[in-house]
């Protein structure tokens, strides 16, 4: 009788055995395909006067000790992206400053976000500066 319980065990431990290495993952990449701008900027090389500023501003950084060279084999290139001018930048704020002048008791309110006024004009330069920046980018 026990000799026929132990059978019946090791049958069962060997039909999991090959249930299992029947089993096969299915580990198929599905990658999305689309017809839109890559999220990566191509490489490519800068203008002459270009690289002489970038230069110039990394050996800066260098000496401030901001940055170091990398000795790794492997450093990636650098990535520099186009900003536009501070000017255009800072015009919905000197837009903003010339709307609401200066007086005298601007720090009197309770709730902090009293102190702040945000009106339309405010929301349109800043709209009209960053469709300029998008124009400039591309």
């Known amino acids: 009788m026990l000799l026929d319980e132990v059978k019946a065990l090791r049958k069962e431990v060997a039909d999991l055995r090959r249930s299992r290495s ?3 993952h299915n580990n198929n990449v599905r ?3 689309s017809n839109s701008r890559s999220i990566a900027a191509k490489p490519r090389r800068l203008a002459p006067d270009r690289l002489k500023i970038a ?3 990394f050996q800066h950084m260098i000496k ?3 940055i170091r060279p990398s000795k790794s084999a492997y450093a990636s ?3 520099m992206t ?3 001018k501070a000017a255009d930048i800072l015009e919905p704020l000197v837009k903003f400053r010339e709307g609401h ?5 601007s720090f009197n309110a309770n709730n902090p976000s009293e102190q702040l006024q945000w009106n339309d004009a405010a929301t349109l330069s ?5 469709k300029q920046s998008l124009k400039q980018r591309f």
């Open 22 to 24: 029947q089993f096969r």
């Open 31 to 33: 990658r999305k395909r």
């Open 55 to 57: 230069k110039a501003e």
């Open 64 to 66: 401030l000790n901001h």
């Open 77 to 79: 290139p650098l990535h």
């Open 82 to 84: 186009l900003h536009s």
């Open 101 to 105: 002048p200066k007086e005298t008791s």
């Open 126 to 130: 800043f709209k009209a500066s960053k």
